[in-house]
């Protein structure tokens, strides 16, 4: 039994643009420079790590990659920003946000956070990564 991640990609971004820090987000890298903070969420890998009954239990990871303006005038704020974002991704993806379809929960062990820096059409832009990997279980149900 195969799973699709549409539903879980499509909570993802429908939650990153109600997120209150005017963040545009697309499913996959951004093919012209990002507005002032873009989410990308970029699927990354998947594996089979079990069964249960008659079906495969599976992890998927994806990446949150979030581009601000790398040349603000303002640094500090684009940083502590980018921060506050991934603080509040954790609180969310770990507390009560649903990812919704198969996904029964995040892998805690799997989330990790990186910065860096991008040049895309000769603008400078401040990346921060986040790492989610959650548990795909086909026969997961959400508890009414």
């Known amino acids: 039994m195969a799973t699709n991640d ?3 990609w499509r909570a993802m971004q429908s939650h990153l643009g109600a997120m209150g820090y005017n963040v545009q987000a697309q499913i996959g890298e951004p ?21 249960v009954l008659n079906a495969p239990r599976f992890v998927h990871v994806v990446d949150l990659r979030f581009y601000a ?47 860096g820096w991008q ?10 990564d986040l790492t989610i990997g959650y548990r795909v279980d086909v026969t997961y149900t959400v508890a009414p």
Not at 33 to 41: G, H, L, S
Not at 119 to 128: C, K
């Open 31 to 51: 093919m012209s420079p990002p507005e002032p903070i873009t989410a990308a969420i970029i699927p990354i890998s998947g594996r089979i790590d079990e069964t």
């Open 119 to 128: 040049s895309i059409s000769g603008t400078m832009y401040r990346l921060l």
């Open 69 to 115: 303006d790398g040349l603000s005038p303002d640094r500090e704020r684009v940083d502590l920003t980018l921060d506050q974002i991934r603080a509040d991704i954790l609180e969310d993806v770990f507390g009560d946000f649903e990812l919704g379809g198969a996904v029964a929960y995040a892998l805690p062990t799997l989330f990790e956070w990186r910065y």
């Open 6 to 8: 549409e539903t879980a």
